[in-house]
């Protein structure tokens, strides 16, 4: 019987955090998923078909540019490591303007690498707007200048 109390309670943390993995849609055409690819030098394309979002290989880390929408920036770290470098190498998040096809993973992306997200102050406020009207969280945190 004490076995089994045991069992039940692994299986009570276990379930859970099993479940708690990220959505990350398929990679699809349908979902406008794009190989990635070196573009040139040290630039990267880690976009989807819709949105550009680009990787910037420096001597003092990686410069992410646009986050793409949520879900399918989620794509983005997979992507980093398809064209053979480590998203917690992420030092900066940039992202040119505040809607949502831009900066919609920039939190997640944040999140994953560790990176400081960098962006104007205006847009800072636009995204921060869009965010109210989402159903996340909105929580990034950008440097403004």
């Known amino acids: ?4 109390q045991i069992l039940i309670l692994i299986l009570l943390f276990y379930i859970p955090a099993t ?10 055409d ?7 690819f070196q573009m040139f030098d040290n630039v990267f394309y ?7 979002s680009y990787l910037v290989k420096t001597t003092e880390g990686l410069v992410l540019i646009e986050t793409l929408e949520c879900p399918y ?15 917690a190498d992420i ?19 944040q999140r994953m690498s560790g990176g400081q997200v960098v962006m104007s102050r205006v847009e ?9 009207k989402s159903k996340g ?6 440097s403004s200048q």
């Open 19 to 28: 479940f708690a993995e990220e959505f990350i849609p398929e990679k699809s």
């Open 124 to 132: 800072y406020q636009l995204a921060k707007e869009q965010a109210k």
């Open 91 to 109: 030092k900066y998040i940039l992202v040119t303007h505040g809607h949502s096809d831009h900066a919609g993973n920039a939190e997640y992306i």
């Open 1 to 4: 019987m004490k076995f089994i």
């Open 73 to 87: 920036g989620r794509w983005i770290p997979g992507n980093v490591k398809k064209v053979g470098l480590n998203p």
């Open 137 to 142: 969280e909105g929580s990034f945190k950008a």
């Open 30 to 36: 349908k979902n406008g998923y794009v190989e990635p």
């Open 46 to 52: 880690v976009g989807d078909k819709w949105s550009s």
